[in-house]
């Protein structure tokens, strides 16, 4: 099921959330809304499922308008980022409640909820409860719950975002893998867009309540749209009105013609990837990204001089 | 809609059952003008059960407040094997009758009590005295303070206590340093509460105290006399100045309440 | 290794051992005189004549009348506080109006008030000289009205924090699997909130099974009648009819354990799925 966007606004109390915002979500797509806390972008899924209303704009629904339909009748499945159990029903019944709701025969039901707690591997926790389940198992209850109706859009509210490290990355890589069976319309939405660029398909990212930039991970990383995009997608660093990225410095160990002196501060050894803090004849500060080997070759040092000049930098109107 | 019906039986149910009767009271007590409520007010009896009433709460109040503190830090920090049984001990007069209280009291202390023998002989009277009525009074009043400190103090935890031992703090300085200013919030509130049902405790008094007129009346009873010997506006003066007071009290519980649980 | 160190510890660990036995003995003191000691006495006297004698005065037709009477109008109030006081603990914490703090504060009058008092101006507002016409003095309606307005902060303060603290996220979950605000209610709010008004229900019999100062004025205390369960003990105190008394105040006794009892259970059932 597609989603349109049309000019939607949101504002409480004195807090502009959304200003005007439009975006369009291909069917069977995976879309992630990336941004900093307070971008817009919780309230934006929230009204997409209906669980907030616009102060202006629309949202269609497969083409029809469902700004004025109530949540139950949308068709959506939600996740959010504290999991939202039913803290008083065991795991089956969590998973089995929206088939229950649509008085689905008990024998459909039953079948269903094994399937899915073998899709996200809770078989041997139905008649549990929610309180005696880890983080990470919660989640993948509160997404089998979402996906047991068969809903034509899934939302998922930084589904990860309670979870640790190690969880985050295998439910990322799960969501991925499930995308990639189902095809169901996917939303999600991260401040980390380290998750955004892994995980989806297409990338909105949105800042004070307006949408800066909507592209392939690709595209955003390589063509950000402005000065924002390029600070929030990957690191940059800025040289008066210029933006560089640390893997586009080019460190030299002998002046050259457009190189610029410049002192290593402190380096750090990442594993694969080397990155050093330096500091500018004019004061400015900036990161420099080398692979191991290139770090090697140079026997980059902490109080070391060398010679720094981009090989790509971009300037935004 | 549905918004507005739920507010409208929710408000129409308490102006009913409370906001009328408390209006009345001060309609009733100018009845028959103020110069009469002041003249029935300054009664020497009626003076006499107003101080009678303070009296007993003065010695109540601060008894229950020691114990309610002592009893928490018990239940609370030393973990012994008895602290259920005393947890339900002590909520027990939230469940009982008053007039149950006052005739346990009566038995115990009566002529043929247990205890009744042993004042008898030292001359001291216990019963349709001031003793039975303090007695009657704190324990009706006993859970509140108690109550409170409870889940107060088990919320805190005892890290500060264990910081404050670590720094050399003795077991005394820590509580009268670290743990009653802790939990002052929540004593202040039980105390309120406390008083509140010390002053307007009946039915327990109204059995050990025998009701002798300007000896052993508290203002409470004091109404339901004025009232049965057919002084009504007199019951009613009595009734406007305990108002009063309760809504003073009133004041005082909404102010100290702990966790404002109505949102913004 | 420090000499000073191991006598300053044993030092504090005596007295810390000291202040517990302190502490835990003066608690038990408190308790036995001020409540162990009277109900003891209280159960000794009721069966100092033997069970069987126990049980024909409990059972004398009066008591057994003031006793169902004091049940009866008990239960029907602490059901009617069930739905009352849910419905002003969610009109309080979910919704907003102006003056809804003075609402809240005014919930608690009758914890304040003197029960006493209470009964007094009761009885000015539905008794004979009604300014509203209405006179339902001296009668078992009479009694209700009384009840309703001394158990009325029960239900609302044990649901109010049970209510705060609901995540509302669960039940934007259930709409979002298609549940009928109705629905959404009941299968998700209501088992959540249920412990919370079962207690303020059972806090609410049991007040209103032991109430004497609201009642003792309204009802005109006709046995068989209006007459409740506390004013029977009363007036039979006053007769000099102890054993009578001590009977039915026994019986009263074992509901009030009873109520206690049930609050625990109660809450110990329904929440154990909140024990990991």
New interface residues.
Partial sequence: MSIQIRDVSKRFGAFQALSGVSVDVESGSLTALLGPSGSGKSTLLRIV???ERPDTGEILLAGSDATEL?????G???V?Q?Y?????MTVRDNIG??LK??KRPRNEIRQRVQELLELVQLQGFGDR?P??LSGGQRQRM?LA??LA?EPKVLLLDEPFGALDARVRAELRLWLRRLHSEAHTTTVFVTHDQEEAMEVADRVVVMNHGRVEQVSGPRELYDAPANEFVMSFVGQANRFGSSWVRPHDLRVRLAPGESTREALIERVAHLGFEVRAELVRDDGERFTVQLTRDEAENLELASGQIVYVEPTRERTFA | MRRYSLRFVALGYLLLVLLGPLAMIFWRAFDRGAGHLWTSLSDPNTVHAFKITLIVAAIAVPLNTVFGVVCALAIVRRRFRGAGLVNAIVDLPLALSPVVVGLSLFLLYGRTGWFGHWFQAHGVQILFALPSMVIATVFVSLPFVAREVVPTLRELGDEQEQAAHTLGASGWTTFWRITLPSIRWAVIYGVVLTTARCLGEYGAVAVVSGHIEGQTETATLRVQDAYENFDVPGAYGISLVLAVMSVVVLVAMTFFKPNQEVTA | MYAGAPVRRRARQSSEGAAAALSLGFTTAFLSVVVVLPIAALVWASRDNGLHQFWQVATQPEAVAALELSIGAAVLVALVNAVVGTITAWVLVRDDFRGKSIVNAVIDLPFALPTIVAGLTLLALYGPQSPVGLDVAFTRTAILLALLFVTLPFVVRTVQPVLHEL?R??E?????????EL?VFA??VL??ILPGILSGVALAFARAVGEIGAVVLISGNLPYKTEVASVFVFNHIQSGDQSGAAAVAVVMLLISFATLLAIGGIRFLLTR????
């Fill in positions: 499922a209906g669980l109530a949540p139950q009748k949308r959506v499945g939600f959010f504290h939202a159990a039913f803290k008083h409640f929206g709701i649509r409860f309180a005696q509160a719950r979402a109706p | 995540d996220e669960a934007e979950a259930a709409r979002s699997l298609g549940a009928s629905r299968s998700i088992p959540n799925h909140e024990r990991a």
